[in-house]
Each structure stands twice: as structure tokens, then as C-alpha cells.
């Protein structure tokens, strides 16, 4: 559902674009004022939700040298959620959502990020910025599935078990997302 709602409004809003984003200038306004959104979506949003948690309550995960668990706002020794899931490279949170604990990121801090995401996607692609979407894709649905994952383990499955729910669950989504918007073959997307 995603996936296709996404489709409609993204094919919707570049219809509008044609017909009334037609001048290099109206394009450049264009490209400068959605860079600016996302840009101060990204940072203030993690200081209007500040949640914080100890960098010393996570395991040592073999992910990736580049992700760094920002600290964006928080007391020494702590990372903030949603700083992390914005201002890491997307391929890396992409694997943090994948393999972290359960406890690295709440519920709220996923699906803030993947909708934020979500709506800046359906904004930026189609316009005059040149940008992918396989990428931003997996990380929308990864934060969605992790969520999912993390509401469902807490309220209906027994202890112990929500460590491998959690990762299916955001490795799940982020498939069926990258599936419902691409159409690629479903063999591509697994």
C-alpha cells in the first residue's frame, strides 16, 4: 500500500510540476527550497524529540566503520535516535536497521525517520535534483519494518524472541517497499 500510494502521489505531483515548473529559475527555486526543508528536517527534528539513550548499553556490532551513533543534542557518552537515523550515510543505516539490537532505536524514532524520508522522496524525485531511489527506498521501509517489528515483539511475542523479529521485520518491509514502488522482480528485490 505503500508502495503504491507513494506511485500515485509522486505521478500526480509531477504532473503538476510540468505544467507549472517550467522556467530554470522556477527549477532552481525548486531544488533551494526542498534542500532547505530536508536539510532543517534533519536537524532540528532530533532536538524537538530528543531521545537519548547510553552508547555503553550497545553491544559492539561488526556493521560498518563509517556509521558513527551521533550525539546531536545528548550528554556525553549518550547518541540521539533520530540524529543517527538522519545524518549517517543511508547505506549505513540501512545496515544499522538491519542488524542492530532491538533497544538501539524505539519505535518512534523509526517511523519519524522513515516518514520524513517517505514524504521528502515523493517531493524530491521528479524534480531537478538528481537523486536515486533504490537507496532511500530500503532505508524508508527499514525504518517502517524495524517499527513494526518493535511494536509487535513488545506487545505479542514472548521474551527473547524479538531480536530476529525486529531484523525480519525491517528487512521485510524494506523489500516490499523497494518492490511496490520499482516493480522490479521480486528474485531482484530478495
Known sequence: CA????NWLNKNLTVWRRAHITSI?????????LTSVMSILQWWLPIVYKQCDKTT???E???DQAFVYRQHNCNPGEYN???????NNLSTVINTLFHAPPTAFTATSCVIAGTVYYVMLILLFGSSIGM??????LYIG???GRAIGLVL???WYPEGTTSSLVHTYSVVMATGMLGGVTQVLISISV
Open 81 to 87: 535516535h533520530l540524529s543517527t537515523l538522519f545524518l
Open 57 to 59: 548499553d550497545l553491544p
Open 142 to 144: 527499514g525504518a517502517f
Open 25 to 33: 529559475p522556477a527549477k532552481g527555486l525548486q531544488v533551494a527550497l
Open 132 to 137: 536515486g531511489i533504490f537507496i532511500p527506498l
Open 153 to 155: 515483539t513488545e506487545n
Open 3 to 6: 508502495g503504491a500510494l507513494f
Open 61 to 63: 556490532m561488526d556493521i
